[in-house]
């Protein structure tokens, strides 16, 4: 008797525990569904300096919607930003003392061709000077270890794997939002390698591996250097770049012609820059649109 009487009092609290478990799997189920906006539309930035932002920001470009909203990489004193919280995308959106580039005016193309409910985020991890080989997952460190110390210590910042920074920050953004495309901008410190395509492509695979995407998923939009009518002094990587897409058929070649440049022939201008960001932007709505 006394163990039917357990058998029967054991019965009802093992179905509500249960019960309880299945109600928790469901409520957190649901939370990360609703954690992640469909309308907020993120955007991964990597390269050398002319995506890390080279040209001194202007007022004009301190001023932004709040749609437009910035991932930050690294903690900045100087900007009261945190590592790893969304602020409005007020140059600078790389690091603390970086400049202009083009993911600024990207953005902003973008808000003023998209409906008044959509969103835009950037997650920008540059390093002025570097090869393509700082992206490298299995190949940064021995890029680094014979790197100039001036390289090694932009690197640091990224606690010594800007690579692995970008993956970490862009899994924290899909819990928020959606990423729609990848924009680049390097070449400079490849030029006339000949290889740059194929290790481009490299870096994007493992790239939506590491994120849990499908291959070929994301439109990755490549910048030219500056164009030889503008002094470029690394212009003939442009013809390099431009068959990236033979490689990358998701890859698409941002023009740079017209886009003023500064007398180093290796940066645009702060105009130069708005205008490259502008490219940028409209390639990405040709592409959202037809999606």
């Given at each position: 008797m006394k163990s039917?009487?357990?058998?029967?009092?054991?019965a009802p609290l093992v179905k509500?525990?249960?019960f309880i478990m299945g109600f928790v799997l469901i409520s957190f189920t649901i939370g990360k569904l609703q954690a992640q906006d469909e309308n907020f539309y993120i955007f991964l930035s990597?390269?050398?300096?002319?995506?890390?932002g080279h040209a001194k920001f202007e007022e004009i470009d301190?001023?932004?919607d709040d749609r437009f909203q910035v991932l930050q990489t690294v903690d900045c004193e100087n900007l009261d930003r945190v590592k790893g919280n969304w602020y409005p995308a007020a140059a600078p959106l790389t690091r603390c003392y970086t400049g202009l580039g083009p993911s600024d005016y990207f953005g902003r193309t973008l808000l003023d061709n998209l409906p008044e409910h959509i969103k835009v985020g950037v997650i920008n991890v540059s390093v002025?000077?570097?090869k393509i080989e700082l992206f490298q997952k299995d190949n940064y460190q021995s890029y680094v270890a014979t790197a100039p110390g001036w390289l090694q210590?932009?690197?640091?910042?990224?606690?010594?794997?800007?690579?692995?920074?970008?993956?970490?920050?862009?899994?924290l953004a899909q819990q928020h939002g959606v990423i729609k495309g990848i924009l680049l901008h390097q070449g400079e410190s490849n030029t006339g390698d000949q290889t740059w395509p194929t290790k481009v492509k490299g870096v994007y695979d493992t790239m939506l591996s590491d994120l849990g995407l499908n291959p070929n998923s994301l439109p990755l939009l490549a910048g030219e250097m500056v164009s030889e009518a503008q002094g470029g002094k690394c212009a003939s990587m442009n013809d390099i770049i431009k068959t990236l897409?033979?490689?990358l058929p998701t890859a698409h070649v941002i023009s740079s012609e017209d886009c003023e440049a500064v007398d180093?022939?290796?940066h645009f201008s702060a105009a130069g820059y708005r205008e490259l960001g502008r490219r940028y932007g409209i390639k990405m709505l040709e592409i959202l649109n037809k999606d």
């Open positions: 039917k009487q357990i058998i029967y009092r054991v509500i525990k249960s990597f390269g050398q300096s002319n995506m890390e301190t001023v932004v002025g000077g570097t210590n932009m690197v640091e910042e990224y606690d010594g794997d800007p690579y692995g920074r970008l993956i970490e920050m862009a899994k897409p033979e490689v180093d022939g290796l």
